[in-house]
């Protein structure tokens, strides 16, 4: 085999090893996003299934036990007689489904649990 030979083979080699990585980005790619996807299923499947129980729940149920259902379980702040931290209430209950409120990441799914940045974010 001459030299130009082993070059040649080399050089295909490598142009094969740059085409698996490619496709092996591609489907690391596909992969997040079917388990973002996922996730976003089965967090909707829960809701439908809580306001499933909440119709279920008999006429002659307490008022209290149909709101504590339909709210989520975050505190709200009061100020000045005025309801604040809707939007807090919202923002809180988005991270605890699993999802990043932080400028960085958000709206992605977190997979490596707590991140600093929605915390931090939370904490203000």
Known sequence: ???RDVFAAI?????QMGNVHAELGSLKKQVIHLLEE??????????LRKL???EELPEGAPSEQR???QRPAVPELVVEDAV???????????????????NVYYGHLRTEGDCLFCL???NK
């Open 1 to 3: 085999m001459e030299k």
């Open 11 to 15: 050089d295909e080699i490598e142009g």
């Open 38 to 47: 996922n996730k976003r299923l089965s967090l909707e499947n829960q809701h």
């Open 52 to 54: 499933l129980r909440l």
């Open 67 to 69: 709101a504590q259902d």
């Open 84 to 102: 604040v931290g809707e939007g807090y209430d919202n923002l809180a209950r988005i991270y605890n489904e699993g999802f990043h409120i932080c």
């Open 120 to 122: 931090s974010f939370l």
